[in-house]
């Protein structure tokens, strides 16, 4: 593993995200993805670049807001398309032919999955509190938090159950790791251990702050309105979500930079409901954030390099030397 801190590299921001098996890492314009192989137990990683706004309002308050969700998503996405391949032991460049029925399958659970998430965070708070009698300012808080009810529900229920308790200690390490890199101890399971799981830029908290910010956002819309029908209130829920996202991240952003200032009360919550989505890492879960970290700090042009616990991981190769036996490059395309 690398010894190297944030001292020795330009300031940068990082964030990441746990995989099953492993650990995304990613800065401002790359990714780093590692994962241990299911049968040799190896690290294997790979990595690409993120693309970066090509508009200068996307880099206005608020718009960076709503485009950096969306980067979120695509990066997610390709992460953990990168990292089941590793895991399993296929070529990353592979792609797997699932034919036109296996494509539309694929759409429909998506379609689906959308569907269940609509339902359950957007429409069913919204039905529980009116049919509860509530109108005005009560219709609004008990939404909020009938929806924060329904997440932190959803995230004890999978922290209880055993597929997910690995996944959550690699969040976990995720959070450990960056958590060293940004005080300069450096990348090392050993500096990781001792930092803290939980973490202010995390997903989780940026969740419960969404809850809340809804509060003003859906009662002022409300408030400006008047209008108190299902459809209206259920519209108003889906087409205001980006509003709520985009000050919610610029609220987390400005938490996260005063994380030990007068600001820190607002990382509060959301560090709380960390309990439920992170897990203590043994070592074995902080040497593949470690490697993750690493990668996404590299130039580009690196490749899928394998390391064992007691086989450090080595070098990237730079341009023009040869490729270690088991890499693979990925190209193109950061928390």
Same mark, same amino acid.
């Given at each position: 593993?690398?010894?190297?801190?944030?001292?020795?590299?330009?300031?940068?921001?990082?964030?990441?995200?746990?995989?099953?098996?492993?650990?995304?890492?990613?800065?401002?314009?790359?990714?780093?993805?590692?994962?241990?192989?299911?049968?040799?137990?190896?690290?294997?990683?790979?990595?690409?670049?993120?693309?970066?706004?090509?508009?200068?309002? @996307?880099?206005?308050?608020?718009?960076?807001? %709503?485009?950096?969700?969306?980067?979120?998503? &695509?990066?997610?996405? $390709?992460?953990? &398309?990168?990292?089941?391949?590793?895991?399993?032991?296929?070529?990353?460049?592979?792609?797997?032919?699932?034919?036109?029925?296996? +494509?539309?399958?694929?759409?429909?659970?998506?379609? !689906?999955?959308?569907? %269940?998430?609509?339902?359950?965070?957007?429409?069913?708070?919204?039905? !529980?509190?009116?049919?509860?009698?509530?109108?005005?300012?009560? *219709?609004?808080?008990?939404?909020?938090?009938?929806?924060? &009810?329904?997440?932190?529900?959803?995230?004890?229920?999978?922290?209880?159950?055993?597929?997910? $308790?690995?996944? @959550?200690?690699?969040?976990?390490?995720?959070? +450990?790791?960056?958590?060293?890199?940004?005080?300069?101890?450096?990348?090392?399971? *050993?500096?990781?251990?001792?930092?803290?799981? *939980?973490?202010?830029?995390?997903?989780?908290?940026?969740?419960?702050?969404?809850?809340? !910010? /809804?509060?003003?956002?859906?009662?002022?819309?409300?408030?400006?309105?008047?209008?108190?029908?299902?459809?209206?209130?259920?519209?108003?829920?889906? @087409?205001?979500? =980006?509003?709520?996202?985009?000050?919610? *991240?610029?609220?987390?952003?400005?938490?996260? +930079?005063?994380?030990?200032?007068?600001?820190?009360?607002? /990382?509060? =919550? &959301?560090?709380?409901?960390?309990?439920?989505?992170? $897990?203590?890492?043994?070592?074995?879960?902080?040497? %593949?954030?470690?490697?993750?970290?690493? !990668?996404? @700090?590299?130039? =580009?042009?690196?490749?899928?390099?394998?390391?064992?616990?007691?086989?450090?991981?080595?070098?990237?190769?730079?341009?023009?030397?040869?490729?270690?036996?088991?890499?693979?490059?990925?190209?193109?395309?950061?928390?």
């Amino acid at each position: 593993m690398s010894d190297r801190s944030h001292e020795d590299t330009e300031p940068t921001m990082v964030g990441g995200s746990a995989l099953p098996g492993g650990v995304m890492m990613r800065t401002k314009t790359r990714v780093g993805v590692a994962v241990r192989h299911e049968e040799t137990g190896e690290i294997l990683t790979d990595s690409f670049e993120v693309a970066q706004p090509k508009g200068r309002w @996307l880099r206005w308050p608020l718009a960076r807001g %709503v485009w950096a969700m969306h980067t979120a998503v &695509g990066t997610g996405k $390709r992460a953990m &398309g990168i990292s089941e391949k590793l895991r399993w032991g296929e070529e990353p460049g592979e792609q797997l032919d699932v034919g036109f029925w296996g +494509k539309v399958a694929i759409g429909a659970a998506a379609l !689906v999955g959308a569907a %269940v998430q609509i339902a359950a965070f957007r429409i069913g708070p919204v039905v !529980v509190a009116k049919e509860a009698g509530l109108t005005g300012a009560a *219709f609004i808080v008990a939404d909020a938090f009938i929806r924060l &009810g329904f997440l932190i529900g959803t995230l004890l229920v999978i922290s209880y159950l055993p597929p997910f $308790r690995r996944l @959550l200690a690699y969040h976990g390490a995720e959070h +450990k790791t960056i958590a060293a890199f940004e005080s300069g101890a450096g990348i090392t399971p *050993f500096a990781a251990a001792g930092k803290s799981r *939980f973490h202010p830029r995390c997903g989780t908290s940026f969740l419960v702050v969404s809850a809340l !910010v /809804s509060i003003g956002v859906y009662g002022a819309v409300l408030a400006v309105t008047g209008i108190f029908t299902y459809p209206a209130l259920i519209l108003t829920r889906i @087409l205001g979500a =980006p509003i709520v996202t985009a000050i919610t *991240f610029e609220i987390q952003r400005q938490a996260a +930079k005063r994380a030990h200032g007068r600001l820190r009360f607002l /990382s509060w =919550p &959301g560090m709380a409901a960390q309990g439920l989505t992170t $897990r203590e890492p043994r070592h074995e879960e902080l040497e %593949v954030a470690c490697r993750a970290l690493d !990668v996404a @700090l590299e130039e =580009p042009a690196t490749a899928t390099e394998p390391a064992t616990a007691d086989r450090p991981a080595t070098r990237t190769p730079q341009v023009g030397e040869p490729q270690p036996a088991h890499s693979t490059t990925a190209a193109t395309e950061a928390t």
